[in-house]
Nanobody, 128 residues
Framework: EVQLVESGGGLVQAGGSLRLSCAASGFTFENYAIGWFRQAPGKDREGVSCISTSAGKTYYAASVKGRFTISSDNAKNTVYLQMNSLKPEDTAVYYC?????????????????????WGQGTQVTISS
């Protein structure tokens, strides 16, 4: 059974940091790209970052570039999203997702329909 389990969300003040984790199981981790999406109330799901777990290629949305860092620990089948200098507009439910098309990590945008498996999401709330 494929599982993606996010953790690490919470409530922090603007300027603070959080590290999200996505623990994967049930598929060959190195054959997939893992992405992070977020969805705020009333808004579309937005692709935030992505990593190809074998090649290490990464993608960042312009809104988070320079503040967020994605990394992969293949020995633990886990992807992390380090989020620094957080802003109130980063408030959303954050989802991790897995795509068998590892090329998504070098695309200029991320689309939810490129991904095959999804986690349940973790809430991130940034207070001003």
């Amino acid at each position: 059974e494929v599982q993606l389990v996010e953790s690490g969300g919470g409530l922090v003040q603007a300027g603070g940091s959080l590290r999200l984790s996505c623990a994967a199981s049930g598929f060959t981790f190195e054959n997939y790209a893992i992405g992070w999406f977020r969805q705020a109330p009333g808004k579309d799901r937005e692709g935030v970052s992505c990593i190809s777990t074998s090649a290490g290629k990464t993608y960042y949305a312009a809104s988070v570039k320079g503040r967020f860092t994605i990394s992969s620990d293949n020995a633990k089948n886990t992807v992390y999203l380090q989020m620094n200098s957080l802003k109130p507009e980063d408030t959303a439910v954050y989802y991790c997702a897995a795509s068998k098309h590892t090329i998504v990590a070098v695309m200029s945008q991320q689309r939810p329909d490129w991904y095959d498996y999804w986690g349940q999401g973790t809430q991130v709330t940034i207070s001003s």
